[in-house]
């Protein structure tokens, strides 16, 4: 593992711990030329995924990317980073397991909503408002409304 500090190619496991959620390993190294301390996290992937863009482009599956937006949504709500984790790896097991390896990104963004409806309201509409790409405050409203009255049934 290459040391982030001085670029040293060799470094040493000093602990190894899985993470709360049990989908990663957390590994604590020590670079063996500067000595300095860094950590790592190993995650098991069942295959690479491309995500299908529109206008027919194609880019690869960043995990930390959907990590990013799911955390954007959930600023200053009652959700913890475990929470975010858990989410965005349930996410990333489904996509995995689908079979395909070319996954659009409308599905993303349909299972992300669809686990933030059940975290978080607030970080739902939130979500919601930039993948649904609303324009104006009765984009809110309508959208809103129906969360409201989908939670009263």
């Known amino acids: 593992m290459r040391c982030p500090f001085c ?74 980073a475990v929470q975010i984790e858990k989410l965005v790896s349930g996410i990333q097991r489904q996509l995995e397991t689908m079979g395909d390896t070319e996954v659009p990104s409308e599905k993303i963004g349909e299972l992300v909503m669809e686990g933030l409806k059940g975290l978080d309201p607030v970080a739902y509409i939130r979500f919601a408002s930039v993948y649904k790409d609303f324009r104006e405050a009765k984009d809110f409203e309508d959208f809103a409304g129906n969360v409201t009255e989908a939670g009263k049934e």
């Open 7 to 80: 670029g040293n190619e060799d470094s040493q496991v000093k602990d190894s711990r899985p993470t709360e959620d049990g989908a990663a390993i957390r590994r604590r190294r020590q670079c063996e030329a500067c000595a300095a301390r860094f950590t790592t996290f190993e995650r098991i992937q069942l295959r690479d995924l491309t995500v299908l863009k529109n206008q027919d482009r194609r880019e690869p599956f960043e995990r930390d990317k959907l990590v990013r937006s799911v955390s954007t949504a959930t600023r200053k709500r009652p959700v913890t």
